[in-house]
């Protein structure tokens, strides 16, 4: 996937950047005592959301980057949400 023609990288990394601050405002006002289960679960959803961002960026020279990777923190992400909530 091109990333520098068609602004995706852009929009990856805001959707990532806004994904970080909601969850992070989150875990500043949970109860960690209470809720320890959900603040793991969103804290390692949290992580993930960075390392992404960091992989987007850790090369800005390249302009291929490999979706499986991307896709795999997705699913990460998406389960860690869902473990949160259960």
């Not at 959803?45 to 800005?60: I, K």
Request: contains cysteine.
């Amino acid at each position: 996937m091109r990333l520098d023609q068609t602004g995706t990288r852009s929009l990856i990394s805001a959707a990532l950047v806004l994904f970080l601050a909601v969850i992070g405002v989150y875990l500043w006002f949970i109860d960690i005592l209470a809720m320890q289960k959900q603040f793991g679960a969103f804290l390692a959803a949290e992580l993930t959301a960075f390392a992404m961002l960091l992989y987007l960026y850790a090369n800005p020279n390249r302009s291929e980057f490999r979706k499986q990777w991307f896709l795999a923190g997705c699913l990460f992400m998406t389960f860690c949400l869902v473990l949160a909530v259960l």
